[in-house]
């Protein structure tokens, strides 16, 4: 099983990235997939979900924000982050069972980096 995280970086408070996560040696199209985050000195945070089908899920801190996406044929999904925010800065991954305490799967992480 590999889950493989890109699209991280610098970026100025206001902007924009795009992450990404390649997802191999699973049947993707059955699980639910989210985007978790973890900052310095603080515990793992969930910020989105997507399930079978389209219904997503968002944390409070990013609604609005953050646009969580999947296509199954290419076993990849998405994370779209707007208006970006230092409080955003984090490593962020790509993992299955969004909101799980112990998700079955989970990346290596890529770090979003939030900052002028």
């Known amino acids: 099983v590999q889950l493989v995280e890109s699209g991280g970086g610098l970026v100025q408070p206001g902007g924009s990235l795009r992450l990404s996560c390649a997802a191999s040696?699973?049947?993707?199209?059955?699980?639910?997939m989210g985007w978790a985050r973890q900052a310095p000195g603080k515990e793992l945070e969930w910020v989105a979900g997507?399930?079978?089908?389209?219904?997503?899920w968002y944390a409070d801190s990013v609604r609005g924000r953050f646009t969580i996406s999947r296509d199954n044929a290419e076993s990849t999904v998405w994370l779209q982050m707007n208006n970006l925010k230092p409080d955003d800065t984090a490593i962020y991954y790509c993992?299955?069972?969004?909101?799980?305490?112990?998700?079955?799967?989970r990346g290596q992480g890529t770090q979003v980096t939030v900052s002028s």
């Open positions: 997507i399930y079978v089908g389209t219904l997503t």
């Open positions: 993992a299955t069972d969004p909101r799980a305490t112990i998700p079955r799967y």
């Open positions: 040696g699973f049947t993707f199209e059955i699980y639910p």
